[in-house]
Nanobody, 118 residues
Framework: VRLVETGGGLVQAGGSLRLSCAAS????????MGWFRQAPGKERELVAE????????YYLHSVRGRFTISRDNAKNTIYLQMNSLAPEDTAVYYC????????????WGQGTQVTVSS
């Protein structure tokens, strides 16, 4: 399984970024997908996830209303649209995947840095 994230970078507070994650080596249409992030000195946290059907979506409370996760099964790709970015969103963002019948995310991308300046 390979997950490749793109779209990170440096943005000013209030700006937007869109992360993409292209997946290969798995049956994408039945995979739950998500985004974790980890800031320096902080624990890793699940930011958003979207179930294989697209019918169930979770957001971390602090990003609700600002971030939107979506998936395109035809392109084996998920996206994270991030609006109204704040310095506290600065972190390495990781794309993750798992089979729908397991609990733990067992496939991880290499991560992409998102830096929000104040």
């Amino acid at each position: 399984v390979r997950l490749v994230e793109t779209g990170g970078g440096l943005v000013q507070a209030g700006g937007s970024l869109r992360l993409s994650c292209a997946a290969s080596g798995l049956t994408f249409a039945v995979a739950d997908m998500g985004w974790f992030r980890q800031a320096p000195g902080k624990e890793r946290e699940l930011v958003a996830e979207i179930r294989w059907s697209g019918g169930s979506i979770y957001y971390l409370h602090s990003v609700r209303g600002r971030f939107t996760i979506s998936r395109d099964n035809a392109k084996n790709t998920i996206y994270l649209q991030m609006n109204s970015l704040a310095p506290e969103d600065t972190a390495v963002y990781y794309c993750v995947a798992k089979s729908s019948y397991v609990q733990k995310y067992d496939y991880w991308g290499q991560g992409t840095q998102v830096t929000v300046s104040s």
